[in-house]
Structures are given as structure tokens and as C-alpha cells.
């Protein structure tokens, strides 16, 4: 059974930052690719961003240029710096892995983002 578990969420005030940390129960290289997704109140879950196991990342046209993901092998943990918090990011933040069979989410972490 994977583990995928979220820390780093909280209350910013817009502007701000954040980092999410996304900590795997087994070795990160065994998913094709891991990311973050979110989902606000009354909307559906989006992507935000994602890294596959080649280096490979992709951002939601909202999260470019604010956002950065990043993965260190060594700690099996995957990290999403956001930077120029808006309160439209306001979320809970899931970290989300795939490998050939399987997709597996964390429990999420509650962002928020207002003065």
C-alpha cells in the first residue's frame, strides 16, 4: 500500500508563500510521474502542477511563473514551492502518484489565502 503524505499547508496572506512537501512510502522512481492537483470549494479537482520520473514538468496555465515543483530522489518527496499567492489559489492541495497499475492520492493539505 502506497503512502503519499502532504505537509506544508496553512493560512498566507496574499503575496506570500508556501511550500508543500509531498513525503512517499516507497521510492519515488517506481511512478511514471508524481504532481499536485487541488480542489476548491464547489469546483472540480484540477492539475497544478506534475514532474514525471524523467525530469519532466508540467504547470496549469495559473501556477506559471508562480509555482515550481521539484523531487528529491534521495527523500522520496516531491515539493511545490508557490510563490505570489492569490486568494484564487485558496484550496485543499492533493499530491497524486502514478506508476503502470495504480494512481494514488494523498489525504490533502488545506491552503488559504486571504488577508
Known amino acids: 500500500q502506497v503512502q503519499l503524505v502532504e505537509s506544508g499547508g496553512g493560512l498566507v496572506q496574499p503575496g506570500g508563500s508556501l511550500r508543500l512537501s509531498c513525503a512517499a512510502s516507497?521510492?519515488?522512481?517506481?511512478?511514471?510521474?508524481m504532481g499536485w492537483y487541488r480542489q476548491a470549494p464547489g469546483k472540480p479537482r484540477e492539475l497544478v502542477a506534475r514532474v514525471s520520473s524523467g525530469g519532466t514538468t508540467n504547470y496549469a496555465d495559473s501556477a506559471k511563473g508562480r509555482f515550481t515543483i521539484a523531487r528529491d530522489n534521495a527523500k522520496n518527496t516531491v515539493y511545490l514551492q508557490m510563490n505570489s499567492l492569490k486568494p484564487e489559489d485558496t484550496a485543499v492541495y492533493y499530491c497524486?502518484?502514478?506508476?503502470?497499475?495504480?494512481?494514488?492520492w494523498g489525504q490533502g493539505t488545506q491552503v488559504t489565502v486571504s488577508s
Open positions: 497524486h502518484a502514478r506508476d503502470d497499475f495504480y494512481d494514488y
Open positions: 516507497r521510492s519515488i522512481f517506481s511512478f511514471d510521474s
